[in-house]
């Protein structure tokens, strides 16, 4: 039986984006994910109890992610195939569930990224209210998208951080 919310709950995201800095360098920051918050803006915070990024397929990483409205994200993901210096793709847990891949590929002048994010909101309060806010969840989620591509190329072209 498909509920009325399902249709509303699920979300579907694919970002492309470029950075200027060598493709060995992108990944580095990719995979330390406990740097994230660092940089990106709206993650409260980044943990992983495995050694990231040795050995890094099968391992878990947390998230805690703040919203415009002042809700909180608790999201997980473990890593389920990786290929070094080119893709992770990755099982997403928690408030939001569903799966996740990143690729990067070099390029004359820099790093090009895309990424892919198929998700459900698991929250009970935000599956109810989804068919109401799924365009703003969405805008929120681009929100915290370019904030994060704006911290990440700060953080390796001039190494600044938040």
């Not at 919203?67 to 847990?93: K, T």
């Not at 996740?100 to 209210?129: D, H, S």
């Amino acid at each position: 039986m498909i509920l009325l919310t399902d249709r509303w709950s699920n979300y579907h995201f694919e970002e492309s984006w470029f950075i200027e800095a060598p493709l060995k360098k992108v990944w580095n920051g990719m995979v330390q994910v406990e740097d994230w918050p660092l940089w990106w803006e709206c993650l409260i915070s980044s943990s992983s109890p495995d050694a990231l990024p040795a050995g890094i397929q099968g391992k878990t990483y947390n998230t805690r992610w703040r919203g415009a409205l002042s809700y909180r994200l608790d999201v997980g993901a473990v890593i389920r195939e990786i290929s070094p210096e080119a893709l992770i793709r990755a099982d997403i847990y928690g408030d939001i569930q569903g799966e996740c891949l990143c690729r990067i590929e070099e390029e004359m002048q820099g790093t090009r990224g895309f990424l892919y994010l198929n998700v459900r909101t698991a929250k009970p309060w935000m599956t109810l209210l989804s068919p109401l806010l799924k365009g703003y969840f969405s805008e929120n989620h681009k929100r915290i998208m370019v904030k994060g591509k704006q911290g990440f190329v700060r953080h390796l072209t001039e190494g600044k951080k938040l």
